[in-house]
């Protein structure tokens, strides 16, 4: 048997959380999708709000990640205790709110989703992705597993991949918001993309408004930072994996642009 994996790259801002509820069930329809992993990192552009979590819920994705800005919205704490769709980084401290992996049932049984961030270039300091994954992975009783990297290096990202090859079935990356053309199948079977994307204004900088991104790498005094207007995009990837091995058997980066 095969389950097919979608994996959406980070969600920004509210319209990007509209656009994923226009679109999200259209491409699992498209790509006979069996299970759904959104990273919502930005849907309240630095950080998720439980409305919007709810929205990504309901638009069809079966599990939520984040990623550094997981607590910026800090009405989102309950809803990370209670709710077991709603990850955070698990190198984060352990006495922080919330899980940073579970395991859900598909039609292929038990699939267990990891949520872990990178350390290059994170202004905090969370525990060895690495070493944590060494810890984590006997405790997954399951062939079928998932990783979300929300880093910012490519190299780190790129180690991650070949340091789990063989071991899991697919990891990407986030947190860049610029799709890599590097989604392949490792050596050893694992699925892999350096970069999924993100999901919100096309015509942006990262879902910033072009001006003022430009002004503030200029060095000029700029506000907070606002969402683009325009068109939006969706941008992600999707990974075949036999359910039998736990290895990866097809990837393609996905992208549809809003008219």
Known sequence: MELNILAVGDVVSPAGVKYLRTMLRKLKQQYCVDFCVVNGENAAMVGLTPSHADEILDAGADVITLGNHTWNCRDIVPMMEDCPYLLRPANFPPQQPGR?????????????????????????????????????????????????????????????????????????????????????????????????????????????????????????????????????KLEGAVFTIDTATGRCVHA????????
């Not at 900088?205 to 000029?220: D, H, M, T, W």
Request: hydrophobic share 40%.
């Open 252 to 259: 393609e980066g996905v992208r549809i642009h809003e008219n």
């Open 100 to 232: 940073g992996w579970g395991i859900f049932e598909t039609k292929a049984g038990p699939v267990a989703v990891v949520n872990l961030i990178g350390r290059c270039d994170m202004a905090f300091g969370p525990d060895n992705p690495f070493l944590l994954m060494e810890k984590l992975l006997p405790q997954l009783d399951t062939k079928l597993i998932l990783v979300d990297f929300h880093a910012e290096a490519t190299s780190e990202k790129l180690a991650m991949g070949y340091h789990l090859d063989g071991r899991v079935s697919a990891v990407w990356g986030t947190h860049t918001h610029v799709p890599t053309a590097d989604c392949q199948i490792l050596p050893q079977g694992t699925g892999y993309i350096t970069d999924l994307g993100m999901t919100g204004p096309a015509r942006s900088i990262l879902g910033v408004l072009p001006e003022q991104s430009v002004a503030g790498f200029r060095g000029e005094l700029t506000s907070r930072f606002k969402a683009a207007p325009g068109p939006c």
